[in-house]
């Protein structure tokens, strides 16, 4: 049964992966799936982080692969999402288990209505950034979502970056991916030293997260995104519904 984990994990991780780079909300499958397979929330939780920092990692070593790096402008963003994000994985481990239950089936269905409501982004290189001082309390406030939930938290960093920052989405992606990956350590050491890490289970969603993610990034067919929010869409939806005990 413990090879049949590690299995699943790895494909879940994979899937999850592609998913970030061809559309975004990996996580609100991975954590629910480690949940399934035996981990109480607040372990699942702090093992989710493992992959993100290793995707993370990949992420900015391929922007900065291609030239496409602001690192002090990005750690300077990073730096305000830091307090919020220590104060959200703290409150993270002091939560009931229902009550993350039912707040990560609320998160999930608010996903699922933004990825088929909301606007696409418009990829227009020739923006100037023009910089609202809104975006360090904006900051503060996605910092501590992610923190304490993650799920859903890259559309936040986009929608944020993007309209208060006034950058092209090159450079959006560019700072979010430098951004998630300093307060993700930040909120991994919290549920480490909490004891809300399961670094095995970890380390093999981290392998096929980063085989997904490199996956995606190679995958070009035409509609591929569309199908694939269809496709997410309908899952975390059966997730939620599964989370609420509809069936």
């Known amino acids: 049964m413990d090879w049949l984990h590690m299995i699943l994990l790895f494909g879940v991780g994979a899937v999850a992966g592609f998913i970030n780079v061809n559309a975004g909300g990996g996580s609100s499958l991975t954590l629910p ?11 699942a939780n702090g093992t989710n982080r493992i992959a993100l920092i290793l995707q993370n990692i990949f992420a900015v070593g391929s922007f900065h692969k291609n030239k496409v790096f602001e690192f002090k402008s990005s750690l300077t963003l990073a730096v305000f999402t830091l307090p919020g994000a ?4 703290v409150l993270a481990t ?6 993350f239950q039912r707040i990560l089936g609320v998160v999930l269905i608010l996903i699922v209505v933004s ?14 950034g023009r910089r609202s001082l809104l975006i360090y309390p904006a900051l503060f406030v996605i910092g501590f979502y992610g923190g304490f939930i993650q799920v859903g938290v890259g559309f936040l960093f986009m929608a944020a970056l993007y309209h208060l920052l006034q950058e092209n989405l090159v450079k959006v992606n560019m700072h979010k991916v430098f951004i ?7 909120a991994l050491a919290v549920f480490a030293l909490a004891g809300y890490v399961h670094w095995r289970f970890g380390l093999v969603l981290a392998a096929g997260n980063a085989l997904g993610g490199w996956w995606g990034a ?7 995104e569309r199908f694939i929010r269809i496709v997410l869409g309908v899952g975390i939806l059966l997730i939620a519904l599964k989370l609420f005990n509809a069936f």
Do not use: C, E
């Not at 799936?33 to 981990?39: D, I, S």
């Not at 990825?115 to 100037?128: A, G, P, V």
């Open 33 to 43: 799936a480690l949940y399934f397979m035996g981990l109480d929330w607040a372990v």
């Open 180 to 186: 998630i990956l300093i307060y993700t350590l930040a």
């Open 218 to 224: 190679h995958f070009a067919v035409k509609g591929g």
């Open 94 to 99: 002091h939560i009931s288990g229902v009550t």
């Open 86 to 89: 220590v104060l959200g994985a």
């Open 115 to 128: 990825m088929f409501f909301s606007r696409s982004y418009q990829r227009d290189n020739d923006r100037k």
